[in-house]
């Protein structure tokens, strides 16, 4: 059963793969606008508290399950609750990873367009670039075919083997643009604004963005991280393979804004201007300096990458539930989500200007049919999964047979540490009160509550 459902061949296999699914667009695009939005260095403190506080305890949960029941998330919670409703939080955690994936794979498109952009000087505007209708689709589609070409080959040959080759290049390539970034004239106050935090700028907004980041930016709440961990061999340490992913995941973030702040004050750019910002800012600023057209080009291989990496984490939690349960070969389960993936992107890569309707929707607060897309599934879905899961993991599935399964490969989770408290006791606390709380309260942010 599991020789035909695929398995990391190796520890460090399994965190580049997890980790390359978590590093993303949210790292490098999303990651930097929303701390420039949200005070800068006060903003990164929160995030921090929030990825070790929810974020990891959350993600050792996800893996627990998907180790325990070798399943996707919706086999994963039919073997621990059989024919219940339960199945739904799994079918959900499915469909969202296709959905985000239909409008991930727009914005990875324009990250991979804009190499060429800046490598050839084209002389063209980022609004100009997204509402070309025919650039869009084929971007999308490109951008597809090449996760298709990876997600093919299965978990060893095709995803590990590929996250070992691109996580190292991802990492030399922010190195060498960090050293750019930060000894351009003027970088140091790009430095004070990221990483001397003023106190005063910690609201609830605040703490709430960071919250939302830090789940969407660990790639948690639809279940990827069950099917990822269905891969892992029993004896593997969850603990240590989970904490490793959140410290590269975190690592990244931080150092995007290592390359995006200095080199934005260094041009006399506003930290806050949004979504935008590392597509209009940016390539200013690079064009203003010498070999500046090499260094953008850099940038944007640098996150088609990164995006890359996801896009192909997205699609595997489809074709895995497609593999498992269907019992469909591979390779046409992958052609065959990839294909309607594609298919749902369209209207969202045509929402940028290319068709007046779709680009002005205004449905829900979102003017964009890719907004919208990205409320529903990208904040809505993600937390609704969460919560759900959490409270699942918690209170159905039950902490103890959820610390059992870490415990198998890291018995210090179970032994006392100060006094009667051990690791153990700690995280069920965190899991069956704290994360679920706080995700509540996201889910209520989400619907603008406060
Ligand atoms: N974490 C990725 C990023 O930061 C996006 C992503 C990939 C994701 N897989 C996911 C988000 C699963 C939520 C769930 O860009």
């Not at 990391?8 to 793969?17: D, E, V």
């Not at 080199?263 to 806050?272: Q, Y």
């Not at 469909?328 to 389960?333: Q, T």
């Not at 068709?355 to 897309?373: C, E, H, T």
Request: charged share 10%; aromatic share 14%; hydrophobic share 55%.
């Amino acid at each position: 059963m599991s020789a035909s459902r695929g398995q990391w061949s190796s520890t460090i296999g399994f965190i580049l793969a997890a980790a390359g699914s978590a590093i993303g667009l949210g790292n490098i695009w999303r990651f930097p606008y929303v701390a420039g939005e949200n005070g800068g260095a006060a903003f990164v403190l929160v995030y921090l508290i929030c990825v070790f506080l929810i974020g990891l305890p959350y993600l050792l949960a996800e893996l627990a399950l998907g180790r325990a029941t070798q399943k996707n998330p919706i086999g994963a919670i039919h073997s621990i609750r059989p024919n219940s409703s339960w199945v739904l939080v799994g079918i959900l955690g499915v469909l969202t990873g296709f959905a985000i994936l239909s409008y991930y794979a727009v914005i990875a498109g324009w990250t991979f367009g804009y190499i060429f952009k800046m490598l050839f000087n084209l002389q063209v505007s980022f609004g100009e670039f997204i509402s070309k209708p025919w650039l869009n689709i084929f971007l999308t589609f490109l951008f597809i075919f090449f996760t298709i070409m990876v997600v093919i080959g299965g978990v060893q040959d095709g995803i590990e083997r590929w996250s070992k080759i691109l996580m190292p290049l991802l990492l030399i390539l922010m190195i060498v643009l960090i050293i750019r970034s930060v000894t351009l004239d003027g970088a140091g106050k790009g430095l004070v604004f990221y990483l001397k935090p003023d106190f005063s700028k910690i609201t609830g907004k605040v703490i709430l963005e960071a919250m939302g980041q830090a789940f969407f930016s660990l790639s948690l709440g639809m279940g990827l991280m069950v099917t990822y961990g269905s891969y892992l061999p029993k004896e593997e340490n969850l603990f240590q393979a989970g904490f490793w992913v959140v410290i590269f995941d975190t690592a990244i973030a931080i150092m995007a804004g290592l390359i995006i702040f200095p080199a934005i004050f260094a041009g006399g750019v506003k930290p806050d201007a949004g979504p935008t910002l590392i597509f209009i800012a940016l390539p200013t600023i690079f064009s203003n300096m010498p070999l500046g057209n090499i260094v953008g080009a850099i940038f944007f291989l640098l996150l088609s990458i990164a995006a890359l990496t996801s896009t192909i984490s997205l699609l595997e939690v489809p074709v895995a539930y497609v593999v498992d349960e269907k019992r469909i070969a591979r390779k046409i389960a992958v052609w065959l989500v990839g294909g309607v993936t594609f298919l749902v992107g369209v209207p969202s890569a045509l929402s940028q200007g290319a068709v007046p309707f779709l680009s002005n929707l205004n449905i829900l607060g979102q003017k964009s049919f890719l907004d919208l897309m990205d409320f529903l599934w990208g904040n809505l879905s993600l937390s609704i999964g969460a919560l759900s899961l959490s409270i699942f993991i918690g209170y159905v599935w039950k902490t103890k047979n959820a610390v059992q399964e870490i415990a198998q490969g890291f018995e210090l989770f179970r032994k006392p540490l100060l006094g009667k408290i051990s690791l153990a006791s700690l995280w069920s606390i965190l899991i069956r009160f704290i994360v679920p709380i706080f995700i509540f309260i996201i889910l209520l942010n989400v619907f603008n509550v406060f």
